[in-house]
Antibody, heavy 129, light 107 residues
Framework: EMQLVESGGGLVQPGGSLRLSCAAA????????MHWVRQAPGKGLVWVSR????????SYADSVKGRFTISRDNAKNTLYLQMNSLRAEDTAVYYC??????????????????????WGKGTTVTVSS | DIQMTQSPSSLSASVGDRVTITCRSS??????LNWFQQKPGKAPKLLIY???SLQSGVPSRFSGSGSGTDFTLTISSLQPEDFATYYC?????????FGPGTKVDIK
């Protein structure tokens, strides 16, 4: 069974740091792009960060750029999110998600489509003094 | 960044009703549009990808349509387990933006 399990959440003071982990099982972790998505209490889903399968490329939401770092260890089947300089507005449930990529040929062109098909249950981060 | 909007933000419906949720993007995203269902305290669940492809295991009463900037999620006959919040999300570019969600509750 494909599974993602987040850990590392907790209560931290403003300005503090946390490292989230996401352990993958049941699929070839090293073949997939991975994402972090967060959800503040009572709010919607917000994309946070993405890392490509080999770790060669990363991308961040403007709200976390320069403070958060996404990384992965394909040998350990684990995704990470290092969060520094935490703010109250970073309080949220953090989900990791696998992104499937499929290629569809259309009139000789190849189109790459992306969708997040496997999600963890989330880990809660609370930033408060 | 590509902005996503959804309407309505909430709706009340009865079991058996046909429900339609609309999603609009600020740019042409072709069919790079996915739909998710989320129940309280649970992770999002993929329902529809590439605008109209049904994810494995998702009941056929769910369907998606649209391309370009306008998309629709339809539930043909609402079931008790469908009361949830629904999000659209574009995967044409990064950041992968989500719509604000549509909450479907019981009338």
């Amino acid at each position: 069974e494909m599974q993602l399990v987040e850990s590392g959440g907790g209560l931290v003071q403003p300005g503090g740091s946390l490292r989230l982990s996401c352990a993958a099982a049941g699929f070839t972790f090293s073949s997939y792009w991975m994402h972090w998505v967060r959800q503040a209490p009572g709010k919607g889903l917000v994309w946070v960060s993405r890392i490509k399968s080999d770790g060669s490329s990363t991308s961040y939401a403007d709200s976390v750029k320069g403070r958060f770092t996404i990384s992965r260890d394909n040998a350990k089947n684990t995704l990470y999110l290092q969060m520094n300089s935490l703010r109250a507005e970073d309080t949220a449930v953090y989900y990791c998600a696998r992104e499937e990529i499929i290629v569809i040929s259309d009139a000789g062109d190849y189109n790459y489509y992306y969708y997040m098909d496997v999600w963890g249950k989330g880990t809660t981060v609370t930033v408060s003094s | 960044d590509i902005q996503m909007t959804q309407s309505p933000s909430s709706l009340s419906a009865s079991v058996g009703d046909r429900v339609t949720i609309t999603c609009r993007s600020s740019h042409n995203i072709y069919t790079y549009l996915n739909w998710f269902q989320q129940k309280p305290g649970k992770a999002p669940k993929l329902l529809i990808y590439i605008a109209s492809s049904l994810q494995s295991g998702v009941p056929s009463r769910f369907s998606g349509s649209g391309s370009g900037t306008d998309f629709t999620l339809t539930i043909s006959s609402l079931q008790p387990e469908d009361f949830a919040t629904y999000y659209c999300q574009q995967s044409f570019g990064t950041p992968r933006t989500f719509g604000p969600g549509t909450k479907v509750d019981i009338k």
